[in-house]
């Protein structure tokens, strides 16, 4: 490879590199995707809140990837809080009555979602609407707790909702309010409208807490201000004493396979053998894997057999003695190529043929005249001498020779 190819591939990997540079550099677009998931560490992931729930329950969690249904037939023995924490929940019928069936023996189901299922909300006689957010275009809202133990006079804002839910109705007779939520009015003058959006009821022998604000349980929210006292105060109402199943198959951010490799590689025997394979292809490529290539023979550049067999034809004629036939054959061709060559008409060979002839040939009138004298003596002779055909064989050639024209060519 010359310099400049060298050159040329030094400033292409340069380039290269400066482009992932400033690619890796360049901050990342923050992500407000809802997830909710534990192991998310986006505003509106659940990091934050899975961390300080391990504190509280002193690593007493559980985290259930089944569906609700299968998990509780397997494990119908178990007691405690089933916590749920997502944009939308909705259990069948036939699920929705295997987890009030387990929490009336004296469980807690905890359900925080913007969007609950409906039949949770008919079986508990509630129904939800969306706040109002007239004169109130910057989608600000104040959460706040009820409970006067825990500074139900404190606000708490959340400022990146487009819209939220609360209870329109509820069953006064059986529901305690937890916290309400309203808009944030910018006129001092109107006192804003509370919204129940966390409740609590009593079901069989357990208990049901709903909350439709589950972005309280969000990294965003918690380590905004002092929101976590919020937070905090929304988990008073849960008995750490017992152990808590921490739902993580009703997630918008839950892990799925979204490769073909993440089943082959789930496998510890299967995973093992990616690796040797990987590793057996690579020390291929190190010792056996060198470019290799086929000897490209010579190819001879293919003879002239035309001209060697007019050279056989012509020692056969040249030593049989037809000296005679060589001249004629020699003669004939001299004319064709006057005719091809030159471009004159040799039919009549007069004195404005030798003059055209000998201006086109770059050779002299007297020349010419004496070529063709000797020409027209041996095709008139019907016998001639080896010598004779030597001698027109050097006259016509040292002739032919004085072609500039040719001689360029």
Do not use: C
């Not at 990997?13 to 534990?38: D, G, H, R, T």
């Amino acid at each position: 490879m010359d310099r400049r190819g060298k050159i040329y591939i030094i400033l292409t990997a340069l380039v290269v590199i400066l482009i992932i540079i400033i690619e890796y550099n360049k901050p990342q677009k923050l992500n407000w995707f809802p997830s909710y998931a534990k192991h998310h560490k986006i505003p509106y992931g659940s990091y934050v809140f899975y961390d300080q729930l391990e504190r509280v329950y002193n690593n007493n969690i559980t985290d259930t990837e089944r569906p609700p249904f299968e998990y509780l037939t397997k494990n119908d023995s178990i007691s405690g809080t089933y916590f749920f924490l997502n944009g939308i929940i909705d259990f069948d019928e036939a699920e929705l009555n295997k987890v009030l069936n387990w929490t009336a023996k004296g469980n807690t189901l905890s359900i925080a979602s913007t969007t609950i299922s409906k039949k949770i909300l008919d079986t508990l006689n509630l129904e939800t609407s969306l706040i109002s957010n007239f004169n109130n275009f910057d989608n600000i809202f104040d959460v706040q707790l009820k409970n006067k133990d825990l500074n139900n006079q404190q606000k708490y804002t959340f400022t990146k909702a487009n819209f939220l839910n609360y209870f329109s109705v509820i069953d006064s007779t059986k529901t305690k309010v937890i916290g309400t939520i309203s808009n944030t009015e910018k006129n001092d003058s109107i006192i804003p409208e509370q919204h129940i959006n966390v409740i609590k009821q009593t079901f069989g022998k357990g208990e049901i807490t709903l909350n439709l604000f589950p972005q309280a349980y969000t990294n965003y929210f918690i380590l905004e201000d002092n929101n976590k006292d919020y937070t905090a105060g929304l988990l008073s109402y849960l008995n750490t004493n017992q152990p808590l199943y921490f739902d993580k198959y009703y997630k918008s951010g839950k892990k799925v396979a979204t490769s073909p490799m993440y089943v082959f590689l789930k496998a510890k025997e299967l995973r093992w053998a990616y690796y040797i394979m990987i590793i057996g292809a690579l020390f291929y490529v190190i010792f056996d894997g060198k470019r290799k290539q086929r000897a490209i023979p010579i190819v001879k550049p293919l003879k002239n057999q035309t001209l060697d067999f007019t050279r056989t034809i012509a020692n056969m004629y040249y030593e049989s003695g037809k000296h005679t036939d060589i001249a004629q054959h020699k003669i004939q061709h001299f004319l064709e190529y006057i005719r091809t060559s030159l471009h004159l008409n040799t039919n009549t060979i007069d004195d404005a043929f030798i003059k055209n002839l000998a201006s086109r040939s770059n050779n002299t009138i007297e020349d010419t005249k004496a070529l063709f004298k000797d020409i027209e003596t041996i095709s008139s002779s019907t016998k001639i001498t080896a010598e004779a055909l030597e001698n027109l064989n050097a006259s016509i050639e040292n002739y032919k020779s004085n072609n500039t024209w040719t001689t360029k060519i």
